[in-house]
């Protein structure tokens, strides 16, 4: 539980009042034409619960006012959490340009049958997958995926009656499942196809649709929630990975705290008591996270208020960076719990690469747009750094796994752009935003399944297929044929 000063929970109440946000998101809302006429839309009856709900808001926020000084902290954790997180529902519903900003279906794709797309036009439309395949490159997935069950048959892991198991974490719609099991039944392979993905409209109706499909399953949530589920009875992995989700949970609730402080500090850079506010400030910063800088009495420069910052995030980075090598360690100690473990998309600004690792795949195989507009990417001539607790920079293979080979092909978005811009073949760069082959496939295996393996230009050649995709074709045509797979290339 977060032990807050009474000093440090007036500050955060008055940063977090109601009417400051409503007017903001107001004048918001009037830079952006579209929202005041969505606006101006509301029935009479939708704008009377509104202003219920707000009156309702400004009571709420009145009682914590009220009572902040003589509540526990349990009391004020709980209160002033339900109060924030119902202040943003408020706004979501109230605020058109809040509510766009706030979208948790932003980085989703929509329910697409893909087998049922009658061309690439109708591909691109639709945008069933971040990529375009081909069956050429599903045979390489699912060729991958064969070669790793037979390493673990070899060493004992698997029975003969096994299925090949796949786990996709961020597989939307489960439009690539679809495709290598469907590959994998024309071959008689017998596979377990999971799909992980948090939108629960999507999965819905992907469940839905794919109902008979025995081989096909799906787990709402995202990638933490199916590492947690995944090793609720290994309780050496289990009680490591619930000590890490508290400590990113305290560690952001602590940074946001802070944040607010440093922001009321610069919002009082010019304050007439220049004695008293700063010491106030200083006795926050001590008591509440642990924090001296005296030097603030003199200089309350930006500078200064970022290097806290900075400092502190990479306190509690250190401290989850630590617990993550171990639960790595206890990990890497187990036998792999799948044959291949896919990442079909990792939506730009959100990294779950760690979770991938821990999901003990033999291989891994990540997607990921090359302009690096998927994952969390480091760009040094920026001097870029990541501050999400728990995040680090993507497709690191880290301490386990080593990088043997992949390939590049066309990205949806990319095919779309160039299409759009009327450019008829998608080998040929458009401009500086519409690059070639932006899509790159890269496989990472354990280290301790490469020896004595042979996994270089795995393509899937003892694998038989019936026919192209209906897109196939014209997408040779525009994009050219498929790249081979080789060792080194900048993703």
Known sequence: MIKRSLVLRKLLLGHQNPHTHIAVAETEDKKYRYSVIQKSTRSKEENG??????????SCFKNLQNDYKKQTDEVFAKEYADFVSARNDFLIRYSPTFAHNKNPRKFSVDFVPILELHGLNEFLDSFPLQFIPTKCEIARIL???????????????????DPIEIVDIGGGNGALGKLITNLAAENNIVINYTTVDPDKTTIQSALDYYKNDKSLNFFIGNAEDFVLEMYKEVPSVYTLLKERKKLILEG???????????????????HQDTCSVPLLFLDVLEKDFGITYFNLV?????E??????????????????????????VIAEQPA?????????????????????????????YALERNGISGCRIDLSYNDTIKTLGYEESYVP???????????????????????????????DVGKWAKSFSNA?????????????????????????????????DLMRRGGPEKPVFTEFTV
């Open 143 to 161: 060729g991958l995926a064969k070669r790793m069950h037979e390493i673990r048959l070899c060493r004992g892991e698997k029975h003969k009656k």
């Open 298 to 302: 003199i200089d309350l420069k930006s």
């Open 252 to 270: 952001e609730e602590r940074i946001s705290d802070l944040q607010i402080v440093l922001q009321t500090i610069l919002q009082n850079e010019n």
């Open 337 to 365: 719990r799948f044959d291949l473990v896919i990442n079909s998309w990792m939506p730009p600004g959100i990294d779950f690469t760690k979770d991938i690792r821990e999901a003990g795949g033999v291989a891994i195989l």
């Open 398 to 428: 880290g301490p386990y796994y080593e990088q043997l080979y992949g390939w590049l092909s066309h990205s949806t978005p990319q095919a779309r752009a160039m299409d759009q811009l009327g450019q008829e073949y998608f080998y040929k």
């Open 441 to 473: 496939f890269v496989v990472q295996i354990h280290k301790d399944y490469t020896r004595g393996g042979h996994f270089l230009n795995q393509k899937g050649t003892d694998l038989v297929s019936r026919e192209i995709y209906p897109w196939e074709e």
């Open 49 to 58: 619960l509104l202003e219920d709900d707000r009156d309702r808001l400004f």
């Open 304 to 329: 200064i208020i970022s290097s806290i910052e900075e400092k502190y995030i990479n306190n509690w980075r250190a401290k989850i960076n630590e617990l993550t090598q171990k639960i790595g360690k």
